[in-house]
């Protein structure tokens, strides 16, 4: 791939993202959706994460990561 490591980031992303799984575009759409819709007229200024979560915890340190065991 043209990110090294890509499958070990997406699998630690999964595994650690509180709802346990990765954002697809589906996940992304249906916030889009809602926020073109009169379901978020009253929403203002906020920032949307689309991310299962994963922006509450952060990736671990690169150090504690072994990318190697997807080789």
Request: zero cysteines; aromatic letters at 8%.
């Amino acid at each position: 791939s043209a990110i090294g490591s890509a499958r070990y980031v997406y699998r630690t992303s999964r595994e650690h993202s509180p709802l346990r799984m990765n954002v697809d575009l589906a996940h992304l759409g249906g916030a889009g959706l809602y926020l073109l819709s009169d379901l978020s007229a009253g929403v203002t200024g906020e920032v949307h994460y689309v991310d299962a979560g994963y922006n509450i915890i952060g990736m671990p340190h690169p150090d504690m990561m072994n990318p190697s065991a997807d080789e």
